[in-house]
């Protein structure tokens, strides 16, 4: 499936943290397609959003390793670029997350992530989880389908 014909009309664009880490971290792969949504951000083309939840689980890795750079690349990015949008979780969003993991059995970090999603009006989910995929109430889209 190719990235360009997939976002067709897609104004907001929710990133799990995979294709952030992907990019980032120029994962084999992956980099191509999460570079490209990336450059779409970038031009303007579409809006991305994440939440603490990608803050949280992107710096993990860097904290435990003592990488100090890459953990700030990845602050950098998702708290101060123009075209990603970080959403707080509010009463609310925590709200929808209780009622999605109860529909769809999902994991707490994600049904944040999806609850993120509808709340800030993206019309698609990227990501590379594939038990996102029973979400229904907006398009969830896997890398691992994608082509740049």
């Known amino acids: ?24 971290e ?19 083309q579409i809006q991305g959003v994440v939440s603490p939840v990608n803050l949280a689980e992107c710096v993990t890795l860097p904290i435990k390793l003592g990488n100090v750079n890459l953990r700030q690349t990845f602050t950098a990015l998702l708290t101060n670029t123009e075209g990603i949008l970080l959403v707080n979780i509010d009463a609310t969003i925590a709200q929808r997350a209780a009622e999605l993991r109860i529909q769809y059995g999902l994991k707490l970090p994600d049904a944040l992530q999806v609850a993120t999603a509808i709340a ?9 989880d594939v038990a996102l995929k029973r979400v229904t109430e907006l398009q969830v889209i896997l890398l691992s389908e994608l082509e740049a």
């Not at 190719?2 to 929710?14: A, D, H, M, P, R």
Request: aromatic share 12%; hydrophobic share 55%.
């Open 120 to 128: 800030a009006g993206c019309e698609v989910f990227l990501t590379n």
């Open 26 to 44: 120029a994962v084999a792969g992956f980099a191509e397609v999460a570079r490209l949504v990336f450059v779409l951000i970038g031009e303007g």
């Open 1 to 24: 499936m190719n990235l360009i014909e997939s976002l067709q009309g897609v104004t907001k664009i929710f990133l799990d943290t995979s294709p952030v880490i992907y990019y980032v």
